[in-house]
């Protein structure tokens, strides 16, 4: 069974710091693409960053370049994927959800939520002014 879980979510002032973390399990393959979305109250979800575990190609929405970083580890066929989140704004302020994806062809990452098959629970970050 496929499960993601995400942690690392919480309060911190504009331009700190945070460092999301995602476990991805129960892929049968290693051939995956993890992406990193946000919702903010009243908004659509959107989509923030993605990797693709094989390559470590990956791709970032533009009012996110720069400031946060995306990443992967494996251990023992499980992957983490993390989000390092940096200069935060107020306006980075929603739930974010992690959704991975496994395809029997090479992967082009993408933001496009309705391409993810998996989903995480979410989890809530908060910037204050």
């Known amino acids: 069974e496929v499960q993601l879980v995400e942690s690392g979510g919480g309060l911190v002032q504009a331009g700190g710091s945070l460092r999301l973390s995602c476990l991805a399990s129960?892929?049968?393959?290693?051939?995956?693409?993890i992406g990193w979305f946000r919702q903010a109250p009243g908004k659509e979800r959107e989509g923030v960053s993605a990797?693709?575990?094989?390559?470590?190609?990956?791709?970032?929405a533009d009012s996110v370049q720069a400031r946060f970083t995306i990443s992967i580890s494996n251990d023992n066929a499980k992957n983490t994927a993390y989000l390092q989140m940096n200069s935060l704004k107020p306006e980075d302020t929603a739930v974010y959800y992690c959704?991975?994806?496994?395809?029997?062809?090479?992967?082009?990452?993408?933001?496009?939520?309705?391409?993810?098959?998996?989903w995480g629970q979410g989890t809530q970050v908060t910037v204050s002014s």
């Open positions: 959704a991975a994806l496994t395809r029997p062809f090479r992967i082009r990452v993408g933001l496009r939520a309705n391409e993810y098959d998996y």
């Open positions: 129960g892929f049968t393959s290693d051939n995956i693409a």
């Open positions: 990797i693709n575990t094989l390559d470590g190609s990956t791709v970032y």
